[in-house]
């Protein structure tokens, strides 16, 4: 049972250029969340989502991002036009319900803004 | 506004003593704790945690305290080992509304010297 699939690892990209991450949750997950880690500071969360539905999008900045978690295939979070700003380790944790229970972290993808 | 509080950016203790991490939260509606430890350039690891319940789970060395009237929880590891030497996030969650994301707490990391 593989754990929870994050690529890439790593993503370079140029100011203003889009950043598509994404993450594969563990089988039998149904619930997918995003959070962003800044440099010295802790886990921030971005957005909770379960198949085909945002549930909760509190933590998302305004502009420029967006999440989707589809039917088939990964959940996306997507970045435009980045800027340095956006620069951080954005991990993706799954769980098998919604409350009272632990999720599952992928590695994470280390987005650097040059 | 951080809603859960880790007050000790480090600790270091003696491999063999006991290491306590300390973390305490604000908002009475949480009602389900947990204990992440984290390796540089790596996702969390759930650790352990606990249910309001409860005021005590223990699993091998690793055993979480809650007093629900203080908002404190903390993270004991007896013995401290060498391998333990990683970043313990705190973080909790309620059951409703925009409580049911998990919050975070910033992190302590603990350094276990031989």
């Known amino acids: 049972n593989a754990g929870v699939m994050q690529n890439p690892r790593h993503l370079v990209r140029r100011r203003g250029q889009e950043a598509r991450l994404r993450c594969s949750p563990m089988k039998g997950h149904s619930h997918v969340y995003w959070y962003r880690q800044l440099p010295e500071e802790g886990l921030k969360f971005m957005v909770y989502?379960?198949?085909?539905?945002?549930?909760?999008e509190s933590g998302m900045p305004k502009e420029r991002f967006s999440a989707e978690f589809p039917k088939e295939g990964p959940s996306i979070l997507r970045i435009q036009q980045v800027v340095r700003g956006d620069s951080a380790a954005y991990f993706c944790?799954?769980?098998?319900?919604?409350?009272?229970?632990?999720?599952?972290f992928g590695q994470g993808t280390r987005l650097t803004v040059v | 506004d951080q809603q859960v509080k880790q007050n000790s950016p480090s600790l270091s203790v003696q491999e063999g003593r006991i290491s306590i991490l300390n973390c305490d939260y604000t908002n009475s509606m949480f009602d389900y704790f947990l204990w992440y430890k984290k390796y540089p350039a790596e996702g969390p690891t759930f650790l352990i945690s606990?249910?309001?319940i409860k005021d005590k789970n223990e699993d091998g060395r690793f055993t979480v305290f809650l007093n629900k009237s203080a908002k404190h929880l903390s993270l004991h590891i007896v013995p401290s080992q060498p391998g333990d030497s990683a970043v313990y996030f705190c973080?909790?969650?309620?059951?409703?509304?925009?409580?049911?994301?998990?919050?975070w707490g910033l992190g302590t990391s603990l350094a276990v010297n031989p």
């Open positions: 606990i249910s309001s």
């Open positions: 989502l379960q198949k085909e539905n945002i549930i909760d």
């Open positions: 973080a909790a969650s309620g059951n409703a509304g925009n409580n049911r994301k998990l919050i």
């Open positions: 944790a799954s769980s098998q319900r919604q409350l009272n229970t632990e999720a599952f």
